[in-house]
């Protein structure tokens, strides 16, 4: 079966830099969830889009954007880059934006600022 | 606010043996759903089960079962019979629209 996948895999970066992550949804998932994992910690949320619309958002930087598009993958923008910025970045999705929906992960987008 | 609390931060076993990880959540919701996640070395979440929170039967699924009691928050999950692929980190998590995890729980199997 189709899973969620996300490029790329592995992201390194300088301070100040800006980084680009993508993720395609599962078919027919028309909902997409970006999760922050730091070291040693549990997922957090960012934010989630439905049918291409924000739908919330969570502790994200305001140096963080983040779209969905009408194919319905995703890309999350980070500017000015932080040594605190690494960890790994994880996209999910679910066939809707209810809260029944099982999420399903892709493997995630391991970003290093140096 | 949702929160999900995992009191176990690490667990060892020996093969063959059970594994209970506890999970207790607090939520306002009456209706919600709760997941186990488990994140083994290589990094990805994997989903392993779900249970709804007007349903408090106790389900079995191959080696993993769970225990779900709504009167005391609780959300345990059973891993029978552990072998050495079992080692990971276990989330819990309580889904709002995104899911509030649990701190997790790593297992560590020895063979």
């Known amino acids: 079966a189709a899973g969620v996948i996300q490029s790329p895999r592995h992201l390194i970066k300088e301070k100040r830099e800006t980084a680009t992550l993508k993720c395609y949804p599962i078919?027919?998932?028309?909902?997409v969830y970006w999760y922050q994992q730091g070291p040693g910690q549990d997922p957090q949320f960012l934010i989630s889009?439905?049918?291409?619309?924000?739908?919330d958002k969570g502790s994200i930087p305001d140096r963080f954007s983040a779209q969905q598009f009408s194919d319905y993958h995703s890309e999350l923008n980070m500017s000015s880059l932080e040594l605190g910025d690494s960890a790994l970045y994880f996209c999910a999705s679910s066939l809707a934006l209810e809260y029944t929906d099982t999420q399903y992960f892709g493997p995630g987008t391991r970003l290093t600022v140096l | 606010a949702q929160k999900v609390t995992q009191a176990q931060t690490e667990i060892s076993v020996v093969e063959k043996e059970d594994v209970t990880l506890d999970c207790v959540y607090e939520t306002r919701d009456t209706t919600y759903y709760l997941f186990w996640y488990k994140q083994p070395p290589s990094g990805e979440l994997v989903f392993l089960i779900r249970?709804?929170?007007?349903?408090?039967q106790n389900e079995i699924s191959g080696r993993y079962s769970w225990n779900f009691q709504k009167s005391t928050s609780s959300f345990n999950f059973t891993i029978t019979a552990s072998q050495v692929v079992d080692s990971a980190v276990y989330f819990c998590a309580l889904n709002d629209y995104k899911l509030s995890f649990g701190a997790g729980t790593t297992v560590t199997v020895r063979a």
């Open positions: 249970r709804n929170s007007f349903d408090e």
């Open positions: 078919p027919r998932h028309d909902t």
């Open positions: 889009f439905y049918e291409k619309m924000q739908s």
